[in-house]
């Protein structure tokens, strides 16, 4: 993904959810990081070598907590965000992590960006108050599982579409033990335009984020009436 009519050097790469260790590996306690830990040091270092911002899903640790977590490192290799997972899914996350209680948001170019993971974008309330904060783009690592292809194909233009916002949702796919991921990681723009979208396959989809246009952006939140 890059900015409108950028060159590399603005490029945001964005990796699915716990990329690092692994979403549906064993030992997850065991194996969380620090976010200053060598092995995202070394994240921080291909981020500045590549001259390319980084979305890292990783188990991290912070004292006794574990927690759900993605990273942004910028193209100087900085740490421009660090978000932890706000709505854990089913029991194994509620077992393993700690929730997050706090929107990650942060400026990434001419945008105003944000990170949720997974479960995340899958409810309005957050994306309105990321859209009420400003935020233009919300980078999404996710491992989104079989049968809940739905997400992609529908909740997240809708997301888009309602709010005025680009989302860019980065999925596995194929088996991970017992978990089958669909893929379909896409790219939304602002008026719920699919920019691009992968099958159920391995995929690197390379887009540029696209204009918004103030005659089609969503009039909702000006127009709501609360019926009580």
């Known amino acids: 993904m890059t900015g409108p009519h950028s060159s590399v050097q603005t490029a945001t790469l964005v990796l699915p959810e716990i990329w690092l260790q692994g979403y549906n590996q064993p030992d997850i306690p065991a194996r969380a990081l620090r976010l200053d830990s060598a092995p995202m040091q070394r994240l921080s270092r291909a981020a500045r070598t590549s001259a390319t911002t980084l979305v890292v899903g990783y188990a991290e640790r912070d004292g006794s907590s574990v927690y759900n977590s993605a990273a942004c490192f910028g193209p100087d290799g900085s740490v421009l965000a660090n978000h932890r997972k706000l709505q854990l899914y089913g029991p194994r996350e509620h077992g393993i992590y700690?929730?997050?209680?706090?929107?990650?948001?942060?400026?990434?170019?001419?945008?105003?960006?944000?990170?949720?993971?997974?479960?995340?974008?899958?409810?309005?309330?957050h994306i309105k108050t990321l859209a009420d904060?400003?935020?233009?783009?919300?980078?999404?690592?996710?491992?989104?599982?079989?049968?809940?292809?739905?997400?992609?194909?529908?909740?997240?233009?809708?997301?888009s579409a309602n709010h005025g916002v680009t989302i860019v949702y980065a999925n596995y796919c194929g088996r991970e033990g017992k978990l089958d991921y669909v893929g379909l990681s896409l790219i939304t723009g602002p008026h719920g335009e699919i920019v691009a979208q992968a099958g159920d396959t391995p995929t690197l989809l390379v887009a540029e984020i696209p204009h918004r246009d103030?005659?089609?952006?969503?009039?909702?939140?000006?127009?709501?009436?609360?019926i009580e």
């Open 98 to 125: 700690t929730p997050g209680d706090t929107f990650t948001t942060f400026s990434l170019g001419a945008q105003t960006a944000a990170i949720l993971i997974c479960y995340d974008v899958e409810f309005a309330s």
């Open 133 to 159: 904060r400003g935020v233009t783009l919300i980078l999404v690592p996710t491992a989104n599982m079989s049968p809940f292809t739905h997400v992609a194909r529908h909740t997240v233009p809708a997301m």
């Open 214 to 226: 103030p005659a089609r952006l969503s009039t909702q939140a000006a127009d709501l009436r609360l």
